[in-house]
Every structure is written in C-alpha cells, then in structure tokens.
C-alpha cells in the first residue's frame, strides 16, 4: 500500500517526498556504484517523488549510459535518491531506503529485498553472492 513517506540526506540540505510501498520489493544490487555506497532502492513513480529542498544543493553523477542520474549531496555527501530514465516501467526514482523518516529499525527489518546483478547486467537474476549488499 502506498504511503508517503519523507526523508533527507544526512546533514538535511536535501529534503524530499515519496510516495512509497515498503511492503512491495526493494533492491539492492552489486553494480559499481550501488556496491560502492550501499544504495538501497524503493522505487517511486515519477508523480510520486517531490524534492522539497536542495535542488541546488546537490551533485549529479552520471556513468555507463549516461541515462541515468545519480544525486549526492554536496555536503554531506549522501545518495539520498536517483532517477532512472531509462527503466521498464519509464522515468521513476530510487529513494535510499536509509534517508526515511519516521521508519523504525524494526519495520526496515520487515522490508523486502530484491537482490539483483547490475555488476553483470543480469537485473533479472539475483547475483552468486549477495549478504555483503
């Protein structure tokens, strides 16, 4: 069921809106990047994503394609959502599940995790070894 949710990187310069089903899968996934900064994706339609603050506090990052962008904030340096572009479902946003508010340790436990292989563009399949992501 889709709840809205809020949420910020870590110093709170970027601050957003999400409509969210946390009962829905998650993902995390071994690409280079998601790996890197251990990522952890609730996908939100491109209607239910609303920055409220820092839009120009943020810096983007593309790679690969360069489709799809990746938004850090410039001071504290969190990944606290990116936009997919180039998707199946067409534009949508990853929103850190770590940068929620008002969401309890206990209820993150709950949440379901889809684990896929970006490091070998398999996003269908679950990688060999996962429990690190």
């Known amino acids: 069921m889709l709840k809205t949710y809020s949420g910020s990187c870590h110093c709170g310069a970027?601050?957003?809106?999400?409509?969210?089903?946390?009962?829905?899968?998650t993902y995390r996934c071994n690409c280079s990047i998601c790996r890197r900064n251990r990522f952890w994706a609730a996908v939100a339609k491109a209607d239910g994503f609303r920055l409220l603050a820092g839009e120009g506090e943020?810096?983007?990052y593309l790679f690969n394609s360069r489709k799809n962008?990746?938004?850090f904030c410039r001071h504290c340096g969190?990944?606290?959502f990116g936009v997919g572009n180039d998707?199946?479902?067409?534009?949508?946003?990853?929103?850190?599940?770590?940068c929620l508010e008002g969401v309890s340790e206990e209820e993150l436990s709950k949440i379901p995790v889809t684990f896929v292989d970006g490091m070998n563009d398999r996003w269908n399949e679950a990688p060999a070894f996962f429990s690190h992501l």
């Open 69 to 71: 962008q990746h938004f």
């Open 87 to 98: 998707t199946p479902m067409g534009k949508m946003y990853g929103v850190n599940v770590g």
């Open 14 to 25: 970027v601050r957003f809106e999400a409509d969210l089903d946390l009962s829905a899968a």
């Open 78 to 80: 969190v990944r606290a």
């Open 58 to 60: 943020m810096t983007e």
